[in-house]
């Protein structure tokens, strides 16, 4: 009967490290343009770490992370530096990292589980790249002169507004070239199809960002980016990759196939609406 490796409480915090690390240099890269255009606050309370920006209302700019073993004060303090904001927080809890008492804290103040997702990861030592024979295609690490096109295809594929391509490329812009940020676009025929984004940090790899566009789908592009990213990594020397996506959904099957594993599924906690 095959064994089964249950992840570590040391094994599920580097991942969540890895991941608050992308976060926190993104962050830190578009709070240092020029006036700070999009508004981008930093705080931390404890473990906990609490994004915010005036401009993007997204849950994924205005989220808290690490915030698992938080007590009652130190939720009190997060929930009072958004409501200065004007802006409802998420919470990101990581199982085997959380607390009863926090879980409690939360469903005390209005927070609930609104939804799941997943983080993968991958050792990278055993992996090697497979053979593709595509003339067809190529991926190739964007260049500044390419970033508009980036930003297209971020947009147009997350059904953004054709007006906010400007504003995506600025904020990518500061994190091409930038120590341990690489971007790649695939080209089909030529034709700009899929974009990917990678960050590294104490030889993790973390897979921050891919998006295909509609026309493309379906046609192995993700898997292919993430092979890509894969080989990019090893050859920077790190050890293993880490990603994330919804549960379930097709980056989550393409992550899979390409040999990605769930290392955990955290939960995301929201204010119950009236």
Same mark, same amino acid.
């Given at each position: 009967?095959?064994?089964?490796?249950?992840?570590?409480?040391?094994?599920?915090?580097?991942?969540?490290?890895?991941?608050?690390?992308?976060?926190?240099?993104?962050?830190?890269?578009?709070?240092?343009?020029?006036?700070?255009?999009?508004?981008?606050?930093?705080? +931390?309370?404890? $473990?906990?770490?609490? *994004? %915010?920006?005036?401009?993007?209302?997204? !849950?994924? &700019?205005?989220? #808290?992370? /690490?915030?698992?073993?938080?007590?009652?004060? +130190?939720?009190? $303090?997060?929930?009072? *530096? %958004?409501?200065?904001?004007?802006?409802? !927080?998420? &919470?990101?809890? #990581?199982? /085997?990292?959380?607390?009863?008492?926090?879980?409690?804290?939360?469903?005390?103040?209005?927070? %609930?589980?609104?939804?799941?997702?997943?983080?993968?990861?991958?050792?990278?030592? /055993?992996?090697?790249?497979?053979?593709?024979?595509?003339?067809?295609?190529?991926?190739?690490?964007?260049?500044?002169?390419?970033?508009?096109?980036?930003?297209?295809?971020?947009?147009?594929?997350?059904?953004?507004?054709?007006?906010?391509?400007?504003?995506?490329?600025?904020?990518?812009?500061?994190?091409?070239?930038?120590?341990?940020?690489?971007?790649?676009?695939?080209?089909?025929?030529?034709?700009?199809?899929?974009?990917?984004?990678?960050?590294?940090?104490?030889?993790?790899?973390?897979?921050?960002?891919?998006?295909?566009?509609?026309?493309?789908?379906?046609?192995?592009?993700?898997?292919?980016?993430?092979?890509?990213?894969?080989?990019?990594?090893?050859?920077?020397?790190?050890?293993?990759?880490?990603?994330?996506?919804?549960?379930?959904?097709?980056?989550?099957?393409?992550?899979?196939?390409?040999?990605?594993?769930?290392?955990?599924?955290?939960?995301?906690?929201?204010?119950?609406?009236?």
């Amino acid at each position: 009967m095959e064994s089964i490796t249950l992840p570590s409480r040391e094994s599920i915090a580097a991942v969540e490290a890895s991941e608050m690390d992308y976060q926190c240099d993104r962050m830190i890269a578009i709070r240092e343009r020029s006036g700070n255009p999009e508004g981008v606050e930093i705080k +931390a309370v404890g $473990e906990a770490v609490c *994004f %915010y920006s005036r401009t993007m209302p997204w !849950p994924g &700019f205005n989220t #808290v992370k /690490g915030a698992g073993n938080a007590g009652a004060a +130190a939720i009190d $303090e997060i929930l009072a *530096f %958004y409501r200065e904001k004007e802006r409802k !927080p998420q &919470f990101e809890i #990581v199982p /085997g990292l959380e607390e009863r008492q926090t879980l409690h804290h939360l469903a005390k103040r209005g927070y %609930y589980a609104s939804g799941m997702h997943a983080s993968l990861t991958m050792d990278l030592a /055993g992996w090697e790249a497979p053979e593709h024979r595509t003339p067809r295609l190529r991926i190739e690490k964007l260049r500044e002169s390419e970033i508009e096109t980036y930003a297209a295809i971020h947009c147009r594929a997350f059904g953004l507004p054709e007006q906010g391509i400007p504003a995506v490329a600025a904020n990518n812009l500061v994190l091409l070239g930038r120590p341990g940020w690489t971007f790649f676009i695939a080209y089909v025929e030529d034709r700009p199809a899929a974009a990917a984004v990678m960050y590294v940090k104490d030889r993790t790899a973390s897979l921050t960002f891919a998006a295909t566009l509609q026309s493309y789908r379906k046609t192995g592009l993700h898997e292919r980016l993430l092979q890509r990213r894969f080989f990019e990594a090893k050859r920077q020397g790190c050890d293993r990759v880490v990603g994330q996506c919804g549960f379930l959904s097709a980056s989550h099957r393409s992550m899979e196939r390409a040999g990605m594993r769930i290392a955990y599924l955290r939960s995301s906690w929201t204010e119950m609406e009236e």
